[in-house]
C-alpha cells in the first residue's frame, strides 16, 4: 500500500492540544503501566509454567496459528476477487467481508452458534450426519477466530492487489507466460509484503480473540480455554496467574506492532 | 525485484509452516463428537487410560482437588475438572460439551437436565448454606443482615445456584438491597470482597472457609439462612459411563465426605 507522505514543516504545539494530548497519553499509558507494576516478577516462571498456563498457550499458539491459515488460504482469492474480478456487485461482498472487523464479537459467537451449534443451520446437518460438534471443540475455536481475523487479511491484500502496477503483470503475459505463472511469478511476490502484513495481522487477531471464542466454543480448560480465555478466569481464581498470562499477551502484541512497522514492509518496486 | 524477494520467501515459509500446523492440529483429534463421525477418537481415548472429565460449581473449587486426588490414586482413572457457575456448566453439557460428571449446587439446575434425560445417576452429597464474606477490616462495619441495606453488596446471577439463594435470603428477610454486581459464581464474589472491591457479598460459608485470612465472615443465624443441597451426576452421553458412575459413588464415600466436612460443607439431607 503506498502513501504519499508531505513533509509539515515542526511547530510548536499549542497549549489547548498538549493538555489534552497529555492526558489522552495518561489515558492510555496508566493501565499499561498497572499491568507491568502489578506483575508479580517472581512468581513469572513458576506461574508460566503451570498446568492451566501451558494448556492456554499452547492452544492459543495452535489455534491462532490454524486460524491464520484458514484466513490465508481462503481469504486470498477472496482478495483477489474483490480487487481484480470482473463480477459484479463486489461492494457487496465487501461490505460483508467488513462486517466482522466492525461487529461486536459476542455477537459473532452468536451467529456461530445459531449456524454451527448442534441445533444449527448448518450445524444440525453435521452433527445428525457426521456426528461433528463443533461448539466445545478445539475445531470450534480455530472457526471463531478465523471468522473475526480473515477480514483483516482480505482488506489488506486487497488493497496491495489494487495498488499493485497491472504493467508488470502485462509485461509478463505479453512475454508469454500463463495466468497461473503471472499469479505465481508476478503478483504474489509484487504483493508479498502485504501478505506477510495481512497474514501477521490476522494472526495476532486471532490470538486475542474472546468473544466468539467463549460464546461458540465454550471455555474448557485444555480444548477450548486460551490465553484470553484463561485470563478472564483466572481472574477470579488466581489474580497474579491473570496478570502474568495478561503480561505474554501484552508482549505478544507489542512484537506485532514491531514486527508491522512500516520500514520492514514497504514492498513493490522502485 | 530485490527487495520483494526475502518477503516472497517468508510468505512461502509461513505457509508451509500453518499449513503443518493445521494439519498437526487436525490430526490430534480437535472436533468433538459424540456420533458415529467420532469412533475413532473414542477408540484411541479409551485405550489410553480413560480420562475423566468433571464439572463442578465453583464452590467446589477445593474441595474437589483433593477428592479427585483421592479417586484417581485409588482407581487410577485421571481427571480432569472444570469449575464455573453451576448454570453455566449446565448450559455446556446441553451443548454437548465433553463433560462426564456434573456436580451442582442445587436442584435448580439439576433437575431440569435430568427432566431433559441429559444427567443419569442422580446422588445429594452435601449441603451448604449462605454467608456474608467482607474485606479484612470489614471497611462497611457490618454486622448483620440489615447493615447490607447500606454497604455496596456483589451477589451471584440469578440463574446460578448461590444467586438464588442469594435473593431467596434478601427476600425471606424482607431486605432491600440493590446489588452493586451480579457476578457469574460464586468464586467470583469471593474475588470481589477479597480485592476489597465492595463491602459485602453473599457467598457460602465453605467459600469463607476457603479464602482463610483474605476475607472475614459475618454469620447468618440459621433461621434466617438459606440452604441448599449438592447433587452428582453421570452425563448421559458420557463416552466413559463406568468411570462416571464410579466418581459419583465415590463422592459419598467416607473419605470423600470427610474432605467436604472439613471444607465446612453439611451432610447430605
Known amino acids: 500500500m503506498s502513501t504519499v507522505k508531505i513533509d509539515h514543516p515542526r511547530r510548536a504545539t499549542p497549549v489547548p492540544f498538549a493538555v489534552l494530548a497529555a492526558v489522552a497519553v495518561a489515558f492510555l499509558a496508566i493501565p499499561l503501566a498497572g499491568l507491568l507494576l502489578r506483575t508479580p516478577w517472581g512468581r513469572l516462571p513458576e506461574l508460566l509454567t503451570s498446568p492451566v498456563a501451558v494448556e492456554a498457550l499452547r492452544l492459543s499458539l495452535l489455534c491462532s496459528v490454524a486460524a491464520a491459515g484458514v484466513a490465508f488460504i481462503l481469504g486470498v482469492p477472496l482478495a483477489w476477487v474483490l480487487a481484480r474480478s470482473r463480477m459484479r456487485g463486489t461492494a457487496v461482498l465487501r461490505a460483508l467481508v467488513t462486517l466482522p472487523l466492525v461487529l461486536p464479537p459476542v455477537v459473532g459467537g452468536v451467529a456461530l452458534l445459531l449456524a454451527f451449534g448442534r441445533r444449527g443451520l448448518v450445524g444440525q446437518y453435521l452433527y445428525d450426519w457426521f456426528g461433528i460438534q463443533l461448539p466445545f471443540s478445539t475445531a470450534g475455536v480455530i472457526m471463531a477466530e478465523a471468522f473475526v481475523a480473515m477480514p483483516f487479511l482480505v482488506i489488506t491484500v486487497e488493497g496491495a492487489l489494487r495498488s499493485a502496477d497491472p504493467r508488470f503483470e502485462e509485461a509478463a503475459a505479453t512475454l508469454g507466460?500463463?495466468?497461473?505463472?503471472?499469479?505465481?511469478?508476478?503478483?504474489?511476490?509484487?504483493?508479498?509484503?502485504?501478505?506477510?502484513?495481512?497474514?501477521?495481522?490476522?494472526?495476532a487477531r486471532a490470538l486475542g480473540e474472546f468473544g466468539a471464542t467463549i460464546t461458540f466454543a465454550g471455555n474448557l480448560p485444555g480444548v477450548t480455554q486460551t490465553l484470553p480465555l484463561a485470563v478472564y478466569s483466572a481472574l477470579d481464581t488466581d489474580r497474579e496467574a491473570a496478570i502474568a498470562l495478561s503480561l505474554v499477551l501484552l508482549v505478544v502484541s507489542l512484537a506485532v506492532l514491531l514486527l508491522l512497522r512500516d520500514r520492514y514492509l514497504r514492498g513493490g518496486v522502485r | 525485484m530485490g527487495k520483494a524477494q526475502p518477503g516472497m520467501l517468508a510468505a512461502r515459509w509461513l505457509l508451509a509452516g500453518v499449513l503443518t500446523l493445521i494439519t498437526a492440529g487436525c490430526a490430534s483429534g480437535g472436533v468433538a463428537g459424540r456420533g458415529s463421525g467420532s469412533a475413532e477418537l473414542e477408540a484411541v481415548e479409551s485405550a489410553a487410560a480413560a480420562t475423566l472429565t468433571v464439572a463442578a460449581a465453583s464452590s467446589l473449587t477445593d474441595v474437589f482437588a483433593t477428592i479427585v486426588e483421592e479417586f484417581s490414586a485409588a482407581t487410577g482413572v485421571p481427571v480432569r475438572t472444570t469449575y464455573a457457575g453451576s448454570s453455566t456448566l449446565a448450559e455446556q453439557i446441553r451443548a454437548g460439551a465433553p463433560i462426564d460428571v456434573f456436580a451442582a449446587a442445587g436442584p435448580t439446575v439439576m433437575t431440569p437436565l435430568a427432566q431433559e434425560q441429559l444427567v443419569t445417576d442422580l446422588r445429594d452429597f452435601a449441603t451448604n448454606s449462605l454467608m456474608i464474606a467482607v474485606p479484612t477490616g470489614n471497611p462497611?462495619?457490618?454486622?448483620?443482615?440489615?447493615?447490607?441495606?447500606?454497604?455496596?453488596?456483589?451477589?451471584?446471577?440469578?440463574?446460578?445456584?448461590?444467586?438464588?439463594?442469594?435473593?431467596?435470603?434478601?427476600?425471606?428477610?424482607?431486605?432491600?438491597?440493590?446489588?452493586?454486581?451480579?457476578?457469574?459464581?460464586?468464586?467470583?464474589?469471593?474475588?470481589?470482597?477479597?480485592?476489597?472491591?465492595?463491602?459485602?457479598?453473599?457467598?457460602?460459608?465453605?467459600?469463607?472457609?476457603?479464602?482463610?485470612?483474605?476475607?472475614?465472615?459475618?454469620?447468618?443465624?440459621?433461621?434466617?439462612?438459606?440452604?441448599?443441597?449438592?447433587?452428582?451426576?453421570?452425563?448421559?452421553?458420557?463416552?466413559?459411563?463406568?468411570?462416571?458412575?464410579?466418581?459419583?459413588?465415590?463422592v459419598n464415600t467416607p473419605a470423600a465426605q470427610a474432605a467436604l466436612a472439613s471444607a465446612r460443607f453439611g451432610p447430605p439431607p
Open chain 1, 177 to 203: 507466460a500463463s495466468r497461473w505463472t503471472v499469479m505465481r511469478r508476478v503478483t504474489l511476490p509484487l504483493i508479498a509484503p502485504a501478505l506477510v502484513a495481512g497474514t501477521v495481522l490476522a494472526w
Open chain 2, 140 to 250: 462497611g462495619s457490618v454486622r448483620g443482615l440489615a447493615d447490607l441495606t447500606g454497604v455496596s453488596v456483589v451477589v451471584c446471577a440469578e440463574q446460578v445456584p448461590c444467586g438464588t439463594s442469594a435473593r431467596q435470603l434478601l427476600a425471606n428477610n424482607d431486605l432491600d438491597v440493590q446489588p452493586a454486581s451480579y457476578e457469574r459464581d460464586a468464586r467470583a464474589v469471593l474475588m470481589k470482597i477479597r480485592t476489597d472491591e465492595a463491602d459485602a457479598g453473599l457467598v457460602y460459608v465453605t467459600d469463607v472457609a476457603a479464602a482463610a485470612d483474605e476475607v472475614e465472615g459475618v454469620e447468618i443465624p440459621v433461621e434466617a439462612n438459606v440452604s441448599t443441597t449438592y447433587q452428582v451426576a453421570v452425563v448421559a452421553d458420557s463416552p466413559v459411563p463406568d468411570e462416571a458412575a464410579q466418581f459419583v459413588e465415590f
